[in-house]
């Protein structure tokens, strides 16, 4: 049987609010070469551009890889629209490479998860802003939020606290748009590669990621198409509404205490 | 997913509790769940016994990814267990996935 989803965890927690030790920009300094110093500019560009929209969206097409126990790497992926509007908004629609199709969704009251085939969903109440609903459904309720670090306002300082050192590599004009290709390292055994689209819209269009530290060293990569900087929304973009029929079951992450006594342990061996 | 009355129609076979086969299928799992591991096939749950594996009651707790082939949707207070082969299972959503944890019969 094939294994498609214990590479997952580790892929939401290292994109998203893993700590490290915070290299200082003091000590950096001196030693960044001009190469470094452009990569760290644009990468600081970027994520204040991002940190700072009131709202936007973005298609992303993803792909991972899931290193077997033979070794061997399989990729599977997905699709993802992604809807911010901040203070408290968010609505990501997913349809993943085998066909199921899912919903997130966080109308500043609610997180609600969907899965669409099976028509069934659950709602938890989580008042506060999109930031604070971010990492509680990663940290929390542990939904699968590839590049959420992407979506919080507080991106350059995430950014920082990964201990990040990036280089300059080249410009390429084989994306949809010019962009600058930068390759980052972080503290914490995690490489990306960014390439971010150039002028005045400094936003990325491609990432790579590449565990370092894990068997296989499983790569995650990222076309972000669509940008859209003023989407139109409405509040019933965000609300969830269940469909007829529609079955609510609980998180795991809330249930009682039976369920936190037990332990998953996927494709193990007879 | 079929009906109670289906199940009955189509008599899916299942193995008697208490059962003991030489070796567990190819695509059994490991699982675990109140200090103890079980292999698991499609709705059997297995511990090592003498000359083989028996086929046990797990206990509550235990999580499984996917639904044997057979599950039926029961209601009992107005919360919707699945049941297969004697064994109940209430879905939740593990992160992303929807995944069934053993429970006691809620019938009583």
């Given at each position: 049987m094939t294994k498609r989803r214990s590479y997952l965890a580790s892929l939401v927690v290292t994109l998203t609010f893993m700590t490290v030790p915070v290299l200082s920009d003091q000590n950096q300094s001196s030693a960044r070469s001009p190469s470094e110093l452009q990569a760290m500019s644009i990468l600081k560009s970027m994520s204040e551009y991002l940190a700072h929209a009131g709202r936007f969206s973005v298609t992303i097409r993803d792909g991972y890889d899931v290193v077997q126990e033979s070794g061997q790497k399989i990729e599977f992926g997905e699709l993802r629209l992604v809807t911010v509007s901040r203070p408290d908004r968010l609505r990501i629609e997913v349809k993943r490479s085998d066909g199921q199709k899912g919903l997130v969704t966080f109308d500043g009251k609610d997180i609600t998860i969907y899965t669409a085939n099976d028509n069934i969903y659950a709602t938890t109440s989580r008042q506060g802003t999109l930031d604070q609903a971010i990492k509680y459904a990663v940290d929390d309720l542990k939904i699968r939020m590839p590049l959420?670090?992407?979506?919080?306002?507080t991106l350059p300082s995430e950014l920082d606290n990964l201990g990040v050192s990036a280089d300059y590599l080249e410009k390429t004009t084989i994306t949809d748009a010019p962009c600058d290709h930068l390759a980052v390292r972080t503290t914490g055994g995690v490489d990306f590669q960014v390439w971010v689209a150039q002028g005045d819209e400094p936003l990325p269009r491609r990432i790579v990621i590449t565990y370092q530290n894990e068997t296989g060293q499983p790569q995650f990569w990222a076309d972000l198409s669509k940008w859209n900087l003023s989407p139109n929304v409405s509040d019933a973009l965000f609300a969830f509404t269940p469909l007829d029929g529609a079955e609510r079951i609980q998180f795991l992450a809330l249930a009682g205490s039976a369920a936190t006594t037990a332990t998953l342990k996927k494709e193990g061996n007879k | 997913m079929i009906s109670r009355s289906l199940q009955r129609l189509i008599a899916i076979p299942t193995i008697p509790r208490g059962a003991v086969i030489p070796s567990v299928p190819d695509s059994s799992t490991t699982v675990s769940g109140s200090g103890q591991n079980f292999n698991y096939c499609n709705g059997v749950f297995y511990q090592p016994a003498n000359k083989g594996y028996q086929v046990v009651e797990p206990p509550p707790g235990i999580l499984i990814t996917s639904l044997p082939k057979g599950a039926v949707t029961v209601t009992v207070n107005n919360v919707n267990y699945r049941e297969f082969g004697g064994v109940w299972y209430q879905p939740f959503y593990c992160g992303t996935e929807v995944i069934y944890q053993t429970v006691p019969n809620p019938t009583g």
């Open positions: 959420a670090l992407m979506l919080l306002s | -």
